[in-house]
């Protein structure tokens, strides 16, 4: 009897057609990330892509991103699994106040620069335990030594075409099969651009999002006719969401300091500042919190514990956070109509999450999940060890994964 159990039990393990992987068989991955694409846009045009990955795959409700709902500090989040305060891409933009060094996303010299990401990436965690990546853009993939990008990967070219980035991935996954990565990234901005432009509400996002919806299906057509359509799973996240600004919601952070000198960063829903004069930080906090309308004030040891931003050194010692909509400058004018980066407990700040493939479930809708939880699924999608230090938890979101996976 029991030799019988066993040869039926091999039969079914062999048997072809089953979506679980065979022993020592690697899947294949491709996280694609659609800049600024607010959880809700697909609701106002025809998608008839995103339909299909809804009915066959796996939603969530939105994608909650990190604070500040920044581009590059949430994309390393999404990769490390990590807060900002703890992968040290705190913004877009910051200065280290012992060197005077300045992070800046258009900077190729720094964001090359390993000394400002402190969290481990997915591809160096799979690099690491055997397994081939790639990158299409990503922010933090370009980074030296060679052991901290992936092993394939290209420049970040802010005007190269769609679809020449798509043939890139395919021609990727066309590769012999011992040079052949397994786990690619894919990276699109427009979405963010028109609603930077033109605000959330425009016509111009909505055939932005139409433009997301039939790139997605060039991408699977073309999956299909190199014979991997069945075999690689794709992941659609989003950095952030976006919401709409007025020239009638601002406060010009400046002129509420006063006569006290300050170092300003940033512009826009957060603002940090730290006074020449350590001595008169108390006076500064005090003017401001009087001063308190359509923004708070904190002290960064007394930033709420749910935004996750206090506990890297860089983080200056005052922190305005903008009401939604409202738009903090300094010596800068109001412009755009969109923008991002307020709490991101806010649902306008909150982007998708999608996914289809053979070891995800199948017309499976869930609520909100968080992007730290990101790194450690793709981790147990990939059955490797994830780092110990990560902020992400596979059980907030590993219930999204087949029972045979």
């Not at 996280?31 to 066959?56: C, H, K, W």
């Not at 003017?287 to 506990?311: C, I, N, T, W």
Request: aromatic share 12%.
């Amino acid at each position: 009897m029991y030799i019988l159990s066993l040869i039926f039990s091999l039969l079914l393990f062999f048997a072809p057609g089953g979506s679980a992987l065979q022993a020592g068989e690697k899947p294949y991955v491709i996280l694609i990330s659609m800049d600024g694409f607010r959880y809700d846009y697909i609701q106002r045009v025809e998608t008839p892509n995103f339909d299909d990955i809804i009915a066959r795959g796996v939603s969530a409700l939105s994608l909650q991103p990190t604070f500040p709902s920044k581009t590059f500090p949430n994309h390393l989040s999404i990769i490390t699994g990590m807060y900002p305060e703890h992968h040290g891409i705190i913004r877009n933009t910051f200065t280290d106040p012992f060197t005077g060094e300045k992070y800046r996303i258009g900077d190729p010299a720094q964001v090359t620069n390993p000394r400002w990401y402190l969290g481990e990436a997915f591809w160096e965690t799979a690099e690491r335990q055997g397994i081939t990546t790639a990158s299409y853009f990503w922010p933090g993939s370009e980074m030296t030594p060679d052991h901290r990008h992936p092993t394939y990967f290209e420049a970040y070219e802010h005007k190269r075409p769609y679809l020449q980035r798509i043939e890139g991935v395919l021609q990727w996954l066309q590769l012999p099969e011992p040079e052949r990565p397994h786990f690619i990234t894919l990276y699109f901005d427009l979405v963010d651009s028109k609603g930077h432009q033109f605000g959330p509400n425009s016509p111009q996002v909505d055939a932005a999002v139409a433009h997301m919806d039939s790139l997605l299906g060039v991408l699977r057509d073309g999956l299909e006719k190199i014979g991997m359509g069945e075999k690689v799973n794709l992941i659609i996240v989003s950095d952030h969401g976006m919401t709409e600004l007025s020239p009638e919601r601002v406060v010009n952070v400046r002129d509420l300091a006063g006569d006290i000198e300050s170092r300003f960063q940033g512009i826009g829903p957060v603002v940090t500042i730290e006074p020449k004069q350590s001595e008169q930080r108390e006076a500064l906090y005090q003017r401001l919190r009087a001063a308190q309308q359509h923004f708070r004030v904190y002290k960064r040891e007394e930033m709420p514990g749910y935004f996750h931003f206090s506990k890297h050194p860089f983080i200056p010692s005052l922190i305005l956070v903008a009401d939604m909509g409202w738009t903090l400058i300094t010596d800068r004018k109001f412009r755009g109509k969109g923008t991002h980066g307020y709490d991101n407990h806010q649902l306008d700040m909150h982007g998708i999450f999608y996914a289809i493939g053979p070891q995800f479930r199948a017309g499976y809708r869930t609520g909100t999940v968080r992007n730290i939880d990101i790194y450690p699924l793709l981790c147990e999608l990939f059955g490797i060890m994830p780092r110990a230090n990560i902020d992400g938890e596979l059980n907030r979101i590993g219930f999204l994964l087949n029972e045979s996976k």
